[in-house]
């Protein structure tokens, strides 16, 4: 099976059956319009399903989105929360996107400030900001990143086979690499902006390598610009998601991440930096997320702003 190469939402490969019934709520993450962004479920109070893995997959899978965030415990005085992650299929250890989603949806609740999630990856602190008349603002700092170059013939090779991509479709200057901020992707930078678009893949052989390796996406990017006055960096991002059942991520705040410790190995980042990145233009849900990174620290931040999804009967 090949990805269709412009979908208008995600694509899921699951079926749904009966799910306790409980309150989520939709909001799209890395956007100031419902249209755009990723769209993630949030569930606010998940304590009757706590202990039940097999109910909150299914609920993600009736959602129907990449993933849904479930806070399964609270301390409301501290502003602290367990967050867990699934998508249609299974848990994921820290989804970026669903954790902007619920932080806005707590700041529309409770107001801005500061949040601290529990998440299996670790603590993950988010501050959110109101800006004037838009939405709530959230950034994440991830828990520490790292990277290292991934293997040709074990990792690059059937990638490459699965994506139907060569060698030549790559950019020299940036090397596959492995890297982490909570859970794995491998990155891969493209050479032009078309090969970037023409995405059409194998959704199952990617989706083999994918499990035999532990990621979570392709973090496919291709840089755009470079500013050295400035030190702004521009990218263009997609990100399959074959192991979480759907075809592509319209935005992906875990993989932003790990992209920033990737870029701080490879020693590109002199200084604080911040790193634009856009993400879903190719599949009609067009996001924004940014990124800063410093020499430093091995954590990376990651902010957005969400907006509620209306819902209708």
Request: charged share 25%.
């Amino acid at each position: 099976m090949t990805a269709p190469t412009e979908p208008t939402a995600p694509a899921i490969r699951s079926t749904t059956g009966a799910t306790p019934d409980i309150g989520v709520l939709h909001y799209s993450a890395f956007t100031t319009h419902p249209d755009g962004g990723n769209p993630a479920g949030v569930v606010l109070d998940a304590a009757a399903v706590a202990d039940d893995d097999a109910a909150m997959t299914a609920i993600a899978a009736r959602v129907g989105y990449s993933e849904t965030a479930f806070i399964t415990e609270r301390d409301e005085i501290a502003r602290r929360y367990r967050l867990r992650y699934f998508s249609p299929l299974a848990e994921v250890a820290f989804c970026g996107h669903a954790t902007i989603a619920t932080a806005v949806a707590l700041a529309e609740r409770d107001g801005p400030g500061e949040l601290v999630f529990d998440t299996a990856s670790g603590e993950i602190r988010v501050e959110t900001t109101a800006d004037g008349d838009g939405p709530p603002r959230a950034t994440l700092t991830s828990v520490p990143t790292r990277s290292r170059p991934a293997d040709p013939g074990t990792e690059i090779e059937p990638t490459l086979a699965a994506l139907g991509w060569s060698a030549d479709d790559l950019d020299p200057a940036l090397p596959p690499h492995v890297a982490f901020a909570g859970n794995e992707h491998l990155v891969i930078a493209a050479a032009t902006r078309e090969r970037l678009a023409d995405l059409d893949y194998d959704f199952d052989a990617l989706d083999a390598v994918m499990r035999r390796r532990g990621w979570t996406t392709v973090h496919l990017v291709w840089r755009e610009t470079a500013d050295g006055s400035t030190g702004n960096v521009a990218f263009h991002a997609r990100d399959p998601f074959p192991v979480g059942g759907v075809v592509e991520d319209p935005a992906t705040g875990a993989a932003a991440a790990a992209f920033g410790g990737y870029l701080r190995v490879l020693g590109l980042v002199d200084g604080q930096t911040r790193i634009r990145i856009r993400q879903g233009e190719d599949m009609g849900r067009p996001s924004d997320l940014l990124l800063d990174i410093t020499p430093d620290d091995p954590r990376a931040r990651v902010s957005g702003q969400a907006v509620p999804i209306p819902r209708t009967a």
